[in-house]
């Protein structure tokens, strides 16, 4: 059974259909030192980095970084403190893909990088950058960000680009694509809401169709940004 990070904030119907669909639900502790819309979000918490290894912040709940221990996690903790205003909200928040590590470099914490020894290196300008983009597939990824997107153009990475906004951030304008969904295993797909109910829907369902992979709907509603659901590795 893979484990999954997600929110402590998630709804009983997402947590139910998640277990439903064959996975360990793990809530991420509220940290403190981020602002609400966001202090549970698992892609400002945790960098995964492995199938059982993690870098998590360093100032999380000991009893969450105890609990890991004893599901067989190697846990690293950052060099930095996140704190709660940009850059030093991100400093977890980058993307990692099979060949690829995508950030704005300038923020990351140094207790990634060996993570991504070997990778091609993409510094973007966009801080948020595990928030901005959804990763398909090793080779495909969907964002809102066009500076991730141009970024990714020469490299072989298959891009969709939606526009910003139509996803709900309880505390903020909108959301990011990011934030609504994560893969559940190479061949599905989870999402925080109905794709049906969300206004570039139908070019996201033929994305993934694209790439052989399947949504699935944890809730009824909107696409809610509830941050990345962790746990799936390439």
Same mark, same amino acid.
Do not use: W
């Given at each position: 059974?893979? !484990?999954?990070?997600?929110?402590?904030?998630?709804?009983?119907?997402?947590?139910? !259909?998640?277990?439903?669909?064959?996975?360990?639900?793990?809530?991420? $502790?509220?940290?403190?030192?981020?602002?609400?819309?966001?202090?549970?979000?698992?892609?400002?918490? +945790?960098?995964?980095?492995?199938?059982?290894?993690?870098?998590?912040?360093?100032?999380?709940?000991?009893?969450?970084?105890? =609990?890991?221990? +004893? &599901? #067989?996690?190697?846990?690293?903790?950052? !060099?930095?403190?996140?704190?709660?205003?940009?850059? *030093? /909200?991100?400093?977890?928040?980058?993307?990692? &893909?099979?060949?690829?590590?995508?950030? !704005?470099?300038?923020?990351? /914490?140094?207790?990634?990088? $060996?993570?991504?020894?070997?990778?091609?290196?993409?510094?973007?300008?966009?801080? =948020?950058?595990?928030?901005?983009?959804?990763?398909?597939?090793?080779?495909?990824?969907?964002?809102? /960000?066009?500076?991730?997107?141009?970024?990714? *153009?020469?490299? #072989?990475?298959?891009?969709?680009?939606?526009? $910003?906004?139509?996803?709900? +951030?309880? %505390?903020?304008?909108?959301?990011?694509?990011?934030?609504?969904?994560?893969?559940?295993?190479?061949?599905?797909?989870?999402?925080? %809401?109905?794709?049906?109910?969300?206004?570039?829907?139908?070019?996201?369902?033929?994305?993934?169709?694209?790439? #052989?992979? *399947? $949504?699935?709907?944890?809730?009824? %509603?909107?696409?809610?940004?509830?941050?990345?659901?962790? %746990?799936?590795?390439?």
């Amino acid at each position: 059974m893979r !484990n999954y990070f997600v929110d402590y904030r998630i709804s009983e119907e997402e947590q139910f !259909n998640l277990v439903r669909l064959g996975g360990n639900v793990i809530l991420c $502790p509220r940290c403190e030192l981020l602002y609400p819309a966001v202090d549970g979000h698992p892609d400002m918490l +945790l960098h995964i980095t492995g199938d059982k290894s993690l870098v998590a912040h360093r100032d999380m709940d000991r009893d969450f970084l105890g =609990y890991l221990s +004893l &599901l #067989g996690y190697d846990v690293a903790l950052t !060099n930095k403190s996140i704190k709660r205003s940009y850059p *030093e /909200d991100v400093i977890l928040n980058a993307v990692s &893909l099979p060949s690829f590590f995508i950030h !704005n470099l300038g923020c990351t /914490d140094r207790t990634i990088m $060996p993570s991504a020894e070997g990778k091609t290196l993409l510094d973007v300008k966009q801080g =948020y950058t595990k928030c901005s983009c959804a990763v398909v597939s090793g080779t495909a990824l969907m964002t809102s /960000d066009i500076s991730i997107a141009r970024a990714l *153009e020469a490299t #072989g990475v298959d891009v969709l680009l939606v526009p $910003p906004g139509d996803i709900i +951030l309880p %505390g903020l304008d909108y959301g990011f694509i990011g934030g609504t969904c994560g893969l559940l295993d190479e061949r599905r797909m989870a999402f925080y %809401g109905d794709l049906s109910r969300y206004a570039y829907g139908e070019e996201v369902r033929s994305f993934l169709h694209k790439h #052989g992979v *399947e $949504p699935v709907c944890l809730s009824r %509603g909107k696409l809610t940004d509830r941050g990345s659901i962790l %746990g799936y590795t390439f």
